[in-house]
């Protein structure tokens, strides 16, 4: 046990010298990794702040019945009594046309405008919370209700959170591609600077082989050199976003500011940012696995001939 | 004594389609020191090889120890070559590090922790007396220091069996007979030691026992 760590300690520190031993080589292509998975990440990231968003939309979808303005209060008093006998929706609020105008003349500025009205041209509502009901129940409810007597209009205000939803599906199948297509090139630059590597270390790894060092053995740090190239391109990828999510909030604060709302973007969960770094480093250990299988079978085939 | 080595009619024809080894057997005992001759090309580095499983057989069977080389393990081979010490024709030291280090590397790959490697690099290099090198960049070493290098990486792990293919042949005379001593230093605490050369003075003046190849055969 105690000989198994040290072999692997001594690996590790194997690999970490060769880092340390071609710094521009080691540094270049950490950044390679950190910007190619950065792309991904940051689009994974405005999605997912994007998901919040849009769930928090579907969470609490509303329908707004819409009354005729020939209705009476004993009109009013029949629809309330349906909506209280209906199990299915959350709750339900009644807006009298005396206070949607006070409210309108509230918030909108138009106070002037509305106090020169000789009536009030506004209806009664009711504002129906309908709770997480699939979009087929809404739409038969809502033609049930169109059906009520004094109904104007039923109005369903989810349809732009259901599209968002289908547009987020379609950037998840980007992310998704991106991820792939991208994770092979990064695989293919492993693979290609651990060939180098290989190439450098070439008379230490056939002697290595002639004094009984096992294949487990001298393959071990250049693996270990491959996913620790993986793990800090991650790392710093994670730093880019993580840096950029801060300065983009401070501009979007100022935007936020001058639409009166508050929105912020999340950084990546604690969860996501272990999967990116567990990702990438396993990215990089494919490609040296891969390189070095490649490129030691080629060395024996050569060894053998000479 | 019980035989270490056996050939048994063993050939060896490389892709190329030339014979190297033809027909050969023969037994080596434990503890014997033996000098393999020939002209370059009479297959002396490949009977070697065959030994240290660096080559297979192409026919006939070689055991060493109680291992069958023809049919051995890919997986089973490094553990065979860490009963095997090897001075290598092109010496192999690795000239990005010390003297200290090349040595270290059999133990190192066997994974000997460092404070016992230690103390047995330093009893190799004292042996082959280049103790006070240690530090020294093998680079700046003198022909015969390299090949004390080498001897010392090969004995570092204390092998049963020591190889050596040409090891006199760039060394002038004395070099040659001193190294000559240090392999039957070896020879006399019980360690195998098989050696092939050309080198004329050294076989006449041996009282060891000589195989003779010529073109791939055993001369009688």
């Not at chain 1, 049930?144 to 007597?149: D, G, L, N, R, S």
Request: charged content about 20%; some cysteine.
């Amino acid at each position: 046990m105690s000989n198994w760590l040290s072999q692997h300690g001594y690996a590790l520190i194997r690999a970490l010298r060769q880092l340390a031993g071609t710094p521009m080589t080691s540094l270049l292509s950490i950044i390679v990794f950190s910007i190619v998975l950065s792309l991904p990440a940051g689009i994974f990231i405005l999605l997912e702040n994007l998901r919040a968003l849009s769930g928090h939309a579907t969470d609490s979808q509303q329908m707004t019945l819409i009354l005729d303005t020939a209705a009476g209060s004993a009109d009013v008093e029949l629809i309330n009594t349906r909506l209280e006998e209906m199990t299915v929706i959350e709750g339900f609020q009644f807006i009298s046309r005396e206070v949607a105008l006070q409210e309108l003349q509230r918030e909108s500025g138009m106070a002037e405008v509305m106090r020169n009205l000789e009536q009030n041209p506004l209806p009664d509502a009711f504002v129906v919370n309908l709770g997480s009901l699939s979009a087929g129940e809404i739409e038969k409810m809502q033609a049930m209700m169109q059906a009520w007597p004094k109904i104007a209009h039923v109005l369903v205000d989810t349809d732009w959170a259901r599209k968002l939803d289908a547009m987020l599906d379609v950037g998840r199948l980007v992310v998704i591609m991106l991820t792939s297509v991208f994770g092979t090139t990064l695989v293919i630059v492993m693979f290609n600077t651990i060939r180098l590597q290989i190439l450098t270390r070439r008379d230490e790894i056939e002697l290595s082989k002639l004094i009984g060092a096992t294949d487990s053995y001298i393959r071990r740090p250049f693996l270990y050199f491959g996913a620790i190239q993986g793990l800090a391109g991650a790392a710093l990828a994670w730093l880019l976003l993580y840096f950029t999510i801060i300065k983009l909030n401070e501009a979007l604060s100022e935007l936020a500011r001058l639409y009166a709302t508050t929105f912020t973007l999340d950084p990546l969960s604690w969860q996501d940012s272990l999967i990116l770094i567990l990702f990438s480093g396993t990215l990089g250990w494919i490609g040296a696995r891969w390189s070095v299988a490649r490129h030691f079978a080629q060395i024996d085939h050569e060894s053998a001939i000479s | 004594m019980a035989a270490m080595i056996s050939f048994n009619d063993v050939s060896k024809c490389y892709p190329g389609g030339f014979e190297a080894l033809k027909g050969v057997t023969l037994s080596i005992d434990q503890g014997e020191l033996i000098l393999f001759a020939g002209h370059s090309g009479a297959g002396k580095s490949t009977l070697l090889k065959l030994i240290a499983a660096i080559e297979r057989p192409t026919s006939g069977s070689i055991i060493v120890g109680q291992q069958n080389i023809g049919t051995l393990r890919r997986s089973a081979i490094p553990y065979l070559r860490r009963n095997i010490g090897m001075i290598f024709q092109e010496q192999k030291i690795l000239y990005d590090r010390n003297v200290f280090a090349n040595v270290m590397l059999p133990l190192q790959v066997t994974g000997f922790d460092t404070r016992t490697s230690a103390s047995r690099v330093r009893a190799a290099l004292d042996k082959v007396g280049l103790l006070d090198k240690e530090r020294a960049d093998p680079i700046t070493l003198s022909g015969g220091e390299k090949q004390r290098l080498c001897i010392a990486r090969a004995v570092v792990h204390r092998p049963s069996l020591l190889i050596a293919d040409e090891p006199t042949a760039n060394l002038d005379s004395n070099y040659a007979r001193d190294i000559m001593a240090v392999f039957e230093s070896f020879n006399q605490v019980g360690v195998t030691v098989l050696i092939s050369t050309h080198d004329r003075m050294l076989l006449d003046s041996t009282r060891h026992r000589i195989i003779e190849l010529k073109q791939g055969k055993l001369v009688a």
